[in-house]
Structure formats: C-alpha cells, structure tokens
Nanobody
Framework: VQLVESGGGLVQAGGSLRLSCAASGRTFSSYHMGWFRQAPGKEREFVAAVRWSGGTTYYADSVKGRFTISRDNAKNTVYLQMNSVKPEDTAVYYC?????????????????WGQGTQVTVSS
C-alpha cells in the first residue's frame, strides 16, 4: 500500500490543522493506521492510532484531548485533527499502516510509511 500525507503547514499556537493520509489499494479497510512525528534531532514518536474498523483509537499522552484520529474507509483516508496546537507539536508527521499490531504505539509494528508532511507551530 502507498501512503501520501497532506495538510501540513504553518499554524499559530492555539490554532488547528487537519492532516490527511490517502492510501492506495483496495484493502485499506483491513489495515490498522497510525500517525507518528519526528522533530529535528529527535526520535520518531507515536502520536495516534486507529484500528481497521475505526472503533478503537489510541493517543500519546502529549496529544490526548487535543488531537483526534479518524478514518474513512470508503475514501481510503485517515485523518489527524490537531486542535490547540503548541510549538512543541512542530515536526514532520508520518502516516503508517499495519497488517496487525498489539498496541500500535511502536514503529516496528508498522509495515508501510508515507513520506511525511511538515507541521510548524509558531508561538
């Protein structure tokens, strides 16, 4: 499966942004999906994940209550709604797909990755 992220950009602190990840292939609905991010000089970290049905979601503590992950299997797309953004949310955001996972919080659980989209939050 190929993944293409979009929706990144420059936003002021306290603002909102919605990232999208479009997937190719007819089996998108069978994949569990996740969002990770990587800030300069830091490791890539887990942000949020959603199981194939969309019924179960997981979040990093740092974004819980501010970010929402969702998916539209009819459109082969997963979203990350980012509200009340902070300067520390600045990073390249990556979409990932997994055939299966346990927690969805670890990079090694994912089989496919997108190229990333830059999000910059100004203070």
């Amino acid at each position: 499966v190929q993944l293409v992220e979009s929706g990144g950009g420059l936003v002021q602190a306290g603002g909102s942004l919605r990232l999208s990840c479009a997937a190719s292939g007819r089996t998108f609905s069978s994949y569990h999906m996740g969002w990770f991010r990587q800030a300069p000089g830091k490791e890539r970290e887990f942000v949020a994940a959603v199981r194939w049905s969309g019924g179960t979601t997981y979040y990093a503590d740092s974004v819980k209550g501010r970010f929402t992950i969702s998916r539209d299997n009819a459109k082969n797309t997963v979203y990350l709604q980012m509200n009340s953004v902070k300067p520390e949310d600045t990073a390249v955001y990556y979409c990932a797909a997994a055939n299966s996972y346990t927690s969805g919080r670890h990079r090694h659980e994912y089989d496919y990755w997108g190229q990333g989209t830059q999000v910059t939050v100004s203070s």
